[in-house]
T-cell receptor
Framework: DTEVTQTPKHLVMGMTNKKSLKCEQH?????MYWYKQKAKKPPELMFV???????INESVPSRFSPECPNSSLLNLHLHALQPEDSALYLC???????????FGSGTRLTVV | DQQVKQNSPSLSVQEGRISILNCDYT??????FLWYKKYPAEGPTFLIS?????DKNEDGRFTVFLNKSAKHLSLHIVPSQPGDSAVYFC?????????????FGTGTRLKVLA
């Protein structure tokens, strides 16, 4: 298995909802990442997990809460989002020290 | 401050010809560079990488050139094929500083005309 799987592919949520994005990989990668990509913009790093511990938080608002329950799973919990948070959320993974990521296909999030 | 810049938002090339995509960076600490290709509704796909100890890396139809003094890298696709039509991102990181944080350029949309 050489893929990063993200679910759901599409999500529409209200500003008072709580939802979660899920990311899964079975390549034995020990670093996992969340990126946010707005239309016609490059992906922007949000969080980095290394060996299931949060190592980088790029000053992301607390309404985004990451979780890494084990080495294969990465979640992003969403609560009280704003319409401007609508974007494509990409998960990626890499071997520690590897030069290059494997990206998932993303979750297209719309906040209404 | 955009540390990684792709100044051409779009490029059109005839099938069979060479596509050249350019990328400039400002941070001299960057020592590892990647090119990704992205189709609509998909995540970025890794294409090719280059370390700052090299000035060229080749993989099939794809060649990346690095000019450290000019802080410039380019991706050459020869021959270009219609299936190469996508958005191409360059990304850079300072691996020697121990971070795995990549900075992406804004992308160039390549259209290969049949």
């Amino acid at each position: 298995d050489t893929e990063v799987t993200q679910t759901p592919k599409h999500l529409v949520m209200g500003m008072t909802n709580k939802k979660s994005l899920k990311c899964e990989q079975h390549m034995g990668h020990r670093a996992m990442y969340w990126y946010k990509q707005k239309a016609k913009k490059p992906p922007e790093l949000m969080f980095v997990y290394s060996y299931e511990k949060l190592s980088i938080n790029e000053s992301v608002p607390s309404r985004f809460s990451p979780e890494c329950p084990n080495s294969s799973l990465l979640n992003l919990h969403l609560h009280a989002l704003q319409p401007e948070d609508s974007a494509l959320y990409l998960c990626a993974s890499s071997q520690q020290g590897d030069y290059g990521y494997t990206f998932g296909s993303g979750t297209r999030l719309t906040v209404v | 401050d955009q540390q990684v810049k792709q100044n051409s938002p779009s490029l059109s090339v005839q099938e069979g010809r060479i596509s050249i995509l350019n990328c400039d960076y400002t941070n001299s600490m960057f020592d590892y560079f990647l090119w990704y290709k992205k189709y609509p509704a998909e995540g970025p796909t890794f294409l090719i990488s280059i370390s700052s100890i090299k000035d060229k890396n080749e993989d099939g139809r794809f060649t990346v050139f690095l000019n450290k003094s000019a802080k410039h890298l380019s991706l050459h696709i020869v021959p270009s094929q219609p299936g190469d039509s996508a958005v191409y991102f360059c990304a850079a990181s300072a691996q020697s500083s121990g971070t795995y944080k990549y900075i992406f350029g804004t992308g160039t949309r390549l259209k290969v005309l049949a």
